[in-house]
């Protein structure tokens, strides 16, 4: 048998009595800053850095190179058709000044109209091609995103916050569909038929030519906008995610904010966040501003060029009138496809900024250890709008750690506190431990329960336990090997913590439970429900196939919680952690569950975190918390017969217990 280093009863340096402190006020166990929603903890999600960008895009082009290759083809051909027209309308005019008859006009006005057909058809076709390219690589975007988002660590989510995570998956992952769909196709088709104008106009004189790649000027103004546009739209995008992240938080913690007085703290904090995303959106504008008066007057100036270099050329006879009118009409031409590239510029740029958000999801973390990676610009501090080298992050190398040996749960000497705090404090205090020196040994196969009041630490336990989160000093390992250190599916394998917390997911009872176990069969899903008491399931007016959420049938908390009970049966885990997990239920109903739970799950270690103390009687073993601390150990008979904490609250709960 193993042994603790807490003997039965009450351990050394236990704290006063355990039933005098149950109804005093007690932080709860995830206590926090008040306003640490305030602005995003500094655990941000990485951006991925400009080389990793181009390389993610890359790969993006070569999962669907056929098609790629098509549009490259189909756009030259319709640029090359496109050509055909003002060439051939030169040649009208020189044909009409040399005294050329309608025969020989009506065939190049044929010809001029076989062009503009085929460039048509040709530029139909390509713009089908491109936008069903753009449509399945945006599906592969977000099919990536989805699995990377579901694969990072709770732990990770939790310190970069929802707000971050929603909107890369939404705005962001929009914006790039936006761009790969419709500006980037067009801005392509756009730059192709650019480069077949300028050719064609120095195909027909050099000296005009030079006269109208004066246009290339432009470049300089693009080149400035470009070298600022990144760095610009990143901080943009980081104060929309923070000023998300704040309302989030608010509208969810409303009864919180109001109950404490922090009406006024929320409401600057909400003017700071508006306040950056402001000064972001201004310089945004400002180098819209700039570049496009700029590039404007670098395409309507080369044709003038043209007009006047073209009329000196003609009057000395060095070139035919036909001539000017081609390049002159080439030119105007550029016009179209330049306003496309000016109009779309802008859109890629933010696109950009988009897709390394979404593609740094990639180089999130995925040890549940602190991270220490920031967001390019910071969103928890002011947004910086010069580039900095270290904020964007390339995905290391994952490091595979060794797979553990047995189940058996060892916390050894373990510290922690949680992070927190508001940056902007201008004397932060350094967070505090929530847990000083637990030691602790969870047998495979044991049914443990922890017991302790509001804020003695049973959840912070709970969630170490489960992986969610690393010990600042210290090892919590599962078969000699740190849990925090699992990837997220060895980990789920391994252990799975259930809090009261649950979620019923859009789709049938089937789907619910499926996702769980994949490959289960409605035999098994039933076994499951019933294994939770779920009997109503069968009463469903489509049974297994009833639709759950919007629209569909709607669950009470108990009967969701059942559902998610009864997946946590078909995940069948090595060990499982309850965390208030039957806390819906009436007391009679919750003790059957865990009974029936410990039946199905017999020879699998339970960890139950409860307030009720009959899970505590029912149990192989019961841990007592106390302010962070482990104070007691034993059995439900032993800590009972040493007469300490827990046997005072024994005798206090099932007093009333009795007298109900």
Request: charged share 20%; with cysteine.
């Amino acid at each position: 048998m193993t042994t603790s280093s807490t003997p039965p009863g009450r351990a050394e340096g236990a704290l006063p009595d355990l039933a005098a402190r149950q109804d005093r006020a007690a932080p709860p166990d995830h206590a926090a800053p008040p306003d640490r929603a305030a602005l995003p903890d500094r655990a941000a999600l990485p951006v991925a850095d400009p080389a990793t960008t181009r390389r993610a895009a890359l790969r993006l082009i070569r999962r669907d190179g056929r098609a790629f290759a098509l549009l490259l083809a189909l756009n030259g051909l319709a640029a090359g058709a496109g050509l055909a027209g003002p060439w051939l309308l030169g040649r009208i005019v020189d044909a009409v000044r040399e005294g050329g008859g309608v025969r020989t006009v009506d065939r190049l006005a044929l010809v001029l109209l076989a062009g503009a057909m085929a460039q048509l058809l040709l530029a139909r076709y390509a713009r089908f091609v491109g936008y069903r390219f753009g449509e399945r690589t945006v599906a592969r975007v977000r099919e990536e995103y989805v699995d990377r988002a579901l694969a990072l660590p709770a732990a990770t989510v939790e310190r970069a916050g929802t707000g971050d995570l929603t909107t890369r998956g939404t705005s962001d992952v929009a914006a790039v569909a936006e761009a790969v769909r419709d500006a980037a196709p067009e801005v392509f088709i756009a730059t192709v038929q650019a480069l077949f104008l300028l050719g064609a106009v120095v195909a027909l004189d050099p000296l005009l030519g030079a006269c109208g790649l004066g246009v290339l000027c432009g470049l300089v103004a693009v080149r400035w906008y470009l070298r600022r546009a990144r760095t610009a739209y990143l901080a943009e995008g980081a104060a929309t995610s923070a000023l998300a992240e704040l309302l989030a938080a608010t509208a969810a913690g409303a009864r919180t904010v109001e109950a404490l007085g922090l009406e006024e703290r929320r409401t600057t904090a909400g003017e700071r966040a508006i306040e950056r995303c402001r000064r972001t959106r201004t310089r945004t504008l400002f180098l819209r501003s700039v570049l496009l008066p700029a590039v404007d007057a670098s395409y309507v100036l080369p044709v003038a060029g043209v007009l006047l270099a073209g009329g000196v050329q003609q009057g000395r006879g060095d070139i035919s009138l036909g001539v000017v009118v081609s390049a002159a009409l080439y030119l105007r031409q550029l016009s179209e496809p330049l306003e496309t590239i000016l109009f779309r510029v802008e859109q890629l740029q933010s696109s950009g900024a988009a897709f390394a958000r979404v593609e740094g999801l990639g180089g999130a973390s995925r040890s549940t250890a602190p991270a220490t990676a920031t967001l390019l610009p910071h969103p928890s501090g002011e947004p910086s709008l010069r580039p900095s080298p270290a904020a964007p992050v390339t995905p290391a190398a994952p490091v595979t750690p060794a797979a553990p040996v047995d189940d058996r749960i060892d916390v050894t000497a373990v510290h922690y506190a949680y992070p927190g705090g508001d940056d902007d404090a201008p004397h932060a205090a350094a967070p505090r431990d929530v847990l000083h020196g637990v030691d602790l040994t969870v047998r495979p196969g044991e049914r443990l329960a922890v017991v302790g009041p509001s804020g003695a630490g049973k959840s912070t336990l709970g969630r170490l336990l489960a992986g969610i989160d690393a010990p600042r000093s210290g090892s919590v390992t599962v078969g000699g090997v740190p849990i925090a250190a699992l990837e997220p599916e060895v980990l789920r394998r391994q252990v799975v913590l259930v809090t009261q917390e649950h979620h019923v997911f859009l789709g049938t009872v089937r789907d619910n439970l499926r996702i769980a176990a994949p490959g289960a069969d409605d035999t098994a899903l039933r076994a499951a429900l019933a294994a939770v008491g779920a009997d109503w399931a069968e009463e469903l007016p489509g049974g297994l196939d009833t639709g759950l959420g919007a629209g569909g049938h709607r669950l009470d908390g108990a009967r969701s919680q059942q559902l998610a009970l009864a997946r946590v049966v078909l995940a069948d885990p090595h060990t499982l952690v309850l965390d208030e997990a039957t806390a819906l239920l009436d007391p009679r109903t919750a003790r059957h569950t865990e009974r029936a739970l410990a039946a199905v799950l017999k020879g699998r270690t339970v960890i139950a975190i409860a307030h009720r103390l009959h899970t505590a009687h029912d149990a192989d073993r019961v841990a007592v918390m106390e302010a962070g601390r482990l104070t007691e150990l034993g059995t439900h008979d032993e800590l009972v017969a040493a007469n300490g904490a827990y046997a005072a609250l024994w005798h206090s709960w099932h007093g009333r217990d009795a007298s109900g």
